[in-house]
Every structure is written in C-alpha cells, then in structure tokens.
C-alpha cells in the first residue's frame, strides 16, 4: 500500500497534466476560429486554384501567346523609351549625339591604323602579339588591342641622385679594365677566383678587383649587378660587361682548360691574348730510380726471406711476419747483411723502406731479449683486485679486474699469443707482460688500458686506471 504522500504527489502532477492538455486544445481551437488564420487560409486557397487555372489552361497555342505578349510589352517599352528621349532633347540633341558618335568611330579607326603600320614598320610586317586587330561587328570596323602595355613602363619612378651615382660609378670601374672582379674580402669563393685570374694566369691589361665589402657604394653596385647581369651573389667576373660566372664557374673553366680561349673570345682587341703563368705548372712528381735499406743481421739469429715472408730464429724462439702488401725486394748479399730495396718509387713508397727494416729489427730483438712491459693499477678508494689465470684448453693468460671504482662486474681480458703475465715482486699493484713479439705484448698491454678507462667521470677526480708505467 502506497504511503498517503506518494497518492497526493501522483494526483498533484495527474491535475496539472490535465490542465495543460485543455490550455494547448483550447488554444488551438481559438487560433483555428481567429479572422487572421480564416483569411490567411482563403488567400492561400486561392492562390492554389490561380495556380491550377493557369497550368490547366497553358497548352498548344498558349505558351505561343505568352511569348507574343512579352514580345510586344517589350517593342511598347521601347517606343516609348524613344518618344521621350525625342522630347526631351529634340532634334538639335539628336543630331550633335548622332555627330559625336561618328567622330569618335572614326578616331578610333584612325588610331588602329597607326598602330598597326607602327608595329608593321619595326618589325618587318609581321603580326606580334602586340599587333593589333580589327573584327567587324554590325558593319562598324572595331580594334582590339593583341597586348596592353604595362602599367610599370608608363609609370617609371624618377630617377634619384643615388641611382645616377651608381649608374657612373659602375660605368667607371667598367672602363678600368676589360675583366673586373667584383668580390667580398672575406668571401673564399672569391680568394679562389681571384687566385686563378690574377696568379694562375698572365692577362694584360690585368684584371680589376672591386671589393663591394669595402667599397661606400658596395650595396647599391651589387644590386645593380643583380639587375644588369641576373647575378646577385659574389664573386662576378665580367669581361666587357658580361658576366661569365662566380668562384666554381672560373674554376671548371680552369680545370677543363677552356678560361684562356673564353677571355680571348670574350675580350676582344681591348686584351692581349692570356697565357698561363709559369708558376702555375704542376711540376711532374719526381721518382727515386733506386733506393736501399741495410740491416746487419747478428750472430746466433737465422732471418729467411721467401715471396716477402719473413721468418726470423734465435734463441729465444720463432717469428714470423708477412710483408707481401709492400712492393718491396729483399736481397742477401753477404751473409749477416740484407738489403731493401725499392726501384722507380715515390716519395710515400720510399718511406716504406725503413718500416720493413725497422719491422725485421724489431723481430731480431724480440728472439734475442724479448720485451717487457710493466703496467700499474691506481685507484683512491676502492681498491683493485686482480686475478691472473691461465686458460688449460687455450694456454693463454686471463686477467680478471674487480672492485674497479666499485663496480661488481668482472673485467676480463686475455693476452695475445706468447705473452706472459705475473705480478711485480718488487712493486705493489704492478703487472710485467712479457713475450718475443712486440705487437702482441703491446697490444695485451693496450687492451688492459682500455678496459679500465674512466667514462663519464671526472678522470681528476675519479682517479682509478691502469697504466703502462715502463
């Protein structure tokens, strides 16, 4: 059962529902009884019945009819429109408008023809697009313009005091010289340009350099430059007042060998014929026809040399070098002495001679005393730990590093091929590489830098590395 609340809330909202429904209805009703919607009704409804009379009523003859109705509206408007005029001005009026008509015509006509004999005079008779011509129209002859002339050539600014200045100032520099350089100081285009015309070469009258950078009308010169020959930047090279391009321009010209027959066709009787300067000339690169290296080989160390294969014994063991990338011939003359030779080489192929001889060195003293060297570990506050272990399956060295500036992975590097570490027994935080080949003990010793590099710190103050210290 409903509480009583809920019942007077329901009838509440049933009483006003019920009371909308009669306003809107009752509204309605009053509207459909008003004299404005009767009447607006009555007009609507004859309109509609016009509307059908006359689409009823419209065929065969009828759209005839019509078309002869407007037709005749139209021939009444205008005998109209003219009775008034006639009244209005008079036959005075109409014969002074009827006059004027015919002079304008006529000057019209006179004009076309000028034109047209104007442009048949200079340009041979024939018909440009600027030509004009005549179309008939209704028996009155009427000229029609091919090109209307532009409105910037009828309107040419005046002339300033700056612009005849720069107008006398470009035809003076012109006059210096038949090739004129117009440059920048501090353009390396134009350091180019200017090196090759005035060093590379031998033009007389020389050329005349124009620095637009320091010149007091330098701005105004290139853009009359822009104007007179379509290039803006620097440098501009003309000869007699034509321009044959900038720095990249002259330097094809040179390395195509076409600069001295475009100057000479270009400059005409004002120049004498170009030539090239002397100290231009690359000079041919001179080749040594012979050049030899000795080295003396000591006693107890056996060197063979086969297709530039050197192998070398002694008493410490065997090395073994390959040399075939070097255009070099060994010879032995005598039986502790070998000769290096190089025949028809260059500077660069020369050089190589002393890197063969100090190569055999090298392995002549490796196989006699070997070498050594001793590298130190630093570090400020984490101590490094080091671990050296040899590898039973491939008989190499492993160093192991830990604690390197604190960090908990373990950096490890293994030694090259007959290399032997151990650690100081006199010095403390001291490694000793040794081995017969000085390439694999120095690259051990490189690899062990390099994996205790410092990066991303401060290495003043992150002061943990390990060294090569002798």
């Known amino acids: 059962m409903p ?45 509609r019945s016009h509307k059908e009379a006359a689409l009823g009523g419209s065929g065969g003859s009828g759209g005839d009819d019509v078309g002869s109705r407007l037709r005749e509206a139209e021939e009444a ?23 004027v008509r015919e002079k304008g015509e006529k000057d019209e006509q006179e004009k076309a023809k000028e034109e047209v004999n104007r442009n048949d005079g200079g340009r041979g008779g024939s018909s440009g697009a600027g030509a004009a011509r005549k179309v008939r129209t209704g028996g009155n002859e009427a000229v029609l313009k091919g090109e209307k002339k532009d409105e ?6 005046p002339e300033t005091e700056e612009d005849k200045n720069v107008r006398a100032e470009l035809n003076d520099i012109l006059k210096r010289s038949p090739v004129i350089i117009f440059s920048k100081s501090y353009c390396p285009f134009s350091k180019k340009a200017k090196h090759i015309l005035l060093e590379s070469y031998n033009i007389s009258p020389p050329p005349y350099v124009v620095e637009l950078d320091l ?38 010209l040179d390395e195509s060998g076409e600069l001295i027959e475009k100057v000479k066709s270009m400059g005409g009787k004002r120049m004498r014929p ?86 055999i060195n090298n392995l002549i003293i490796g196989v006699t005393k070997g070498f050594k060297y001793k590298m130190r570990y630093v570090y400020a506050h984490f101590p490094i730990n080091v671990n050296i272990e040899k590898n039973k399956e491939t008989g190499l060295f492993e160093v192991e590093i830990r604690n390197f500036i604190g960090e908990k992975i373990v950096r490890k590097v293994i030694m090259h091929s007959g290399v032997d570490v151990e650690p100081s027994k006199n010095q403390k935080d001291e490694l000793q590489l040794t081995g017969i080949s000085l390439e694999n003990v120095s690259q051990s010793a490189a690899d062990l830098q390099q994996i205790c590099r410092v990066r991303n710190k401060d290495i003043r103050k992150a002061r943990h590395t390990s060294c090569v210290s002798q």
């Open 152 to 157: 910037k050539d009828d309107e040419k600014e």
């Open 77 to 99: 408007a205008k005998r109209s429109a003219d009775r008034k005029g006639e009244e209005f001005h008079g036959e005075e009026g109409k014969a002074r408008a009827k006059e």
């Open 274 to 359: 170009p030539s090239q300067s002397p100290s231009s000339f690359n000079p041919p690169k001179m080749k040594y026809i012979h050049s030899q290296e000795s080295l003396t080989v000591p006693e107890g160390v056996k060197v063979h040399i086969k297709t530039r294969i050197v192998t070398v014994e002694g008493p410490k063991g065997k090395l073994t070098k390959n040399l075939g990338h070097l255009s070099v011939s060994f010879s032995h003359p005598e039986k502790n002495i070998i000769h290096i030779e190089l025949h028809h080489g260059s500077r660069k192929n020369v050089a190589t001679l002393r890197t063969v001889r100090t190569i």
């Open 3 to 47: 509480s009583q609340r809920r019942l007077k809330t329901f009838g509440l909202l049933v009483f006003i529902a019920v009371l909308i429904t009669l306003y809107i209805t009752a509204s309605a009703r009053q509207t459909r009884s008003s004299e404005f919607y009767t009447k607006t009704q009555k007009a609507l409804e004859e309109a």
């Open 215 to 252: 010149h007091p009308l330098g701005a105004p010169l290139q853009a009359k430059l822009a104007d007179m020959t379509g290039r803006r930047t620097v440098p501009n090279i003309l000869i007699n007042g034509r321009s044959i391009g900038g720095g990249d321009d002259v330097q094809n």
